[in-house]
Nanobody, 123 residues
């Protein structure tokens, strides 16, 4: 049974940091690109970041560039999203998904999805 499990969300003040994890079981992440997506209240899910299977290339939506860093540890079958300088507009449920590539990474597509983790940025 394939499972992706996100963790690391929570409540943080503006300017704070969180590190999200996406841990896989029943699936070898080495062969997949991994995307991070988010759905803010009242908005549709959007692609935020993506890392290629080899970790050679990463992509970021403009709103998070310079603040978020995606990385992967294939030995641990886990992908991370380091989020710094968080803003209230980053408040959302964050999801990871395993996908074939990062082509068109902002499209909400993926072969396998996690259940999401809530990130709330508020003072």
């Amino acid at each position: 049974q394939v499972q992706l499990v996100e963790s690391g969300g929570g409540l943080v003040q503006p300017g704070g940091s969180l590190r999200l994890s996406c841990a896989a079981s029943g699936l070898t992440l080495d062969y997949y690109a991994i995307g991070w997506f988010r759905r803010a209240p009242g908005k549709e899910r959007e692609g935020v970041s993506c890392v290629s299977s080899s970790a050679g290339t990463s992509y970021y939506v403009d709103s998070v560039k310079g603040r978020f860093t995606i990385s992967r540890d294939n030995a641990k079958n886990t992908v991370y999203l380091q989020m710094n300088s968080l803003k209230p507009e980053d408040t959302a449920v964050y999801y990871c998904a395993a996908r074939r590539s990062c082509v068109s990474y902002r499209l909400v597509t993926g072969d396998y999805w996690g259940q999401g983790t809530q990130v709330t940025v508020s003072s």
